[in-house]
């Protein structure tokens, strides 16, 4: 499970964070309230902030960083049931972890719907609008076309429910850079079986890490790419990780070209 906090090393800002996190930096946005950027009465008002944010999130801005590679190795290595993100940076995608390994639990800028007809539209339709800090209206019926993120009171997609199957076969949950605070997603934290170890890594201590701490439970707290570099020592993986960074660094390098 992961959340904003792996993706701060890669130059994204968490929501959270006081001072640093996008919540703390309303006026860059132009909204009334932090949360306003993800609801959808304040959308229909203007959704200019939320475009704003989509278009400063456009793939190819940002770089996984080694926290997202981490997840990658575990991947190639047939041991990652399955990565549960909260994040809409798309950076999990970029760094090669098949989307059929993913729950983007809080939706994805890969597509987008038609709020008014409900037509679905991939990405190529509509990013242009963006770019050109232009709302993107339907060709069919003019709504506005508004990218799959999940707001405030809206369902979570489907494979969400995945969560289901996948919790209680876990061996190993991996939690790292969450606040564990928006449901449901924190309560998954909950869901695995009562003698799977819980690794939590992140800045602070939270969620039920903090007020109802099981026996097995581990806590790295400090940064990120720190602790996670430390794992990755531990379990004797270092070159290979970099190995793998660099080739995939190369790759995007030439896709940048
Ligand atoms: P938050 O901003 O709430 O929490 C991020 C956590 O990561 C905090 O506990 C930080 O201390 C920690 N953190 C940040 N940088 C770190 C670093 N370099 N090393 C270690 N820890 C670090 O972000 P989320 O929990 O992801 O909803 O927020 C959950 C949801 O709230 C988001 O998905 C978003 C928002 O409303 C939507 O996008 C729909
Ligand atoms: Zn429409």
């Known amino acids: 499970m992961v959340g904003a906090g792996i ?28 949360e306003a950027i993800f609801e959808l009465e304040f959308f229909f008002h203007n959704p200019k902030p939320f475009f704003t944010l989509a278009k400063q999130l456009y793939p190819g801005n940002y770089r996984p960083n080694i926290t997202h590679y981490f997840f990658r190795l ?9 990565l549960y993100t909260q994040n809409i940076d798309g950076l999990e995608r970029v760094s090669g972890i ?19 007809c409900r037509r679905s539209f991939p990405e190529k339709d509509w990013w242009a609008d963006v770019m050109m800090d232009r709302v993107p209206c339907c060709p069919v019926c003019a709504g506005i076309v508004k990218p799959d993120i999940v ?6 997609p489907e494979r969400f429910l995945l969560h289901v199957l996948d919790f209680p076969m876990a061996d190993l949950l991996l939690i790292l ?6 449901e449901p997603f924190a309560s998954l934290s909950e869901a695995v079986g009562a003698s ?9 201590l939270v969620g039920t890490f903090a007020w109802r701490p099981r026996s097995r439970d581990v806590v790295q707290l400090g940064d990120v790419v720190h602790s996670v570099e430390r794992l990755v020592e531990l379990l004797g993986w270092t070159k290979e990780l970099q190995d793998l960074v660099q080739r995939e660094t190369r790759k995007l390098d030439g896709q940048d070209r």
């Open 151 to 156: 707001f405030f009171g809206e369902p979570l």
């Open 7 to 34: 993706s701060t090393p890669s130059g994204i800002p968490d929501f959270r964070s006081p001072g640093s996190g996008l919540y703390s930096n309303l006026l860059q946005y132009n909204i009334p309230y932090p």
């Open 177 to 182: 850079g969450t606040s564990l605070e928006v």
């Open 74 to 82: 575990l991947h190639d290595k047939g041991l990652l049931l399955r």
């Open 98 to 116: 098949p989307v059929s390994k993913l729950v983007e639990a809080h939706g994805t800028f890969a597509s987008a719907t038609c709020t008014v």
């Open 196 to 204: 799977v170890p819980r690794l939590l890594i992140n800045r602070d």
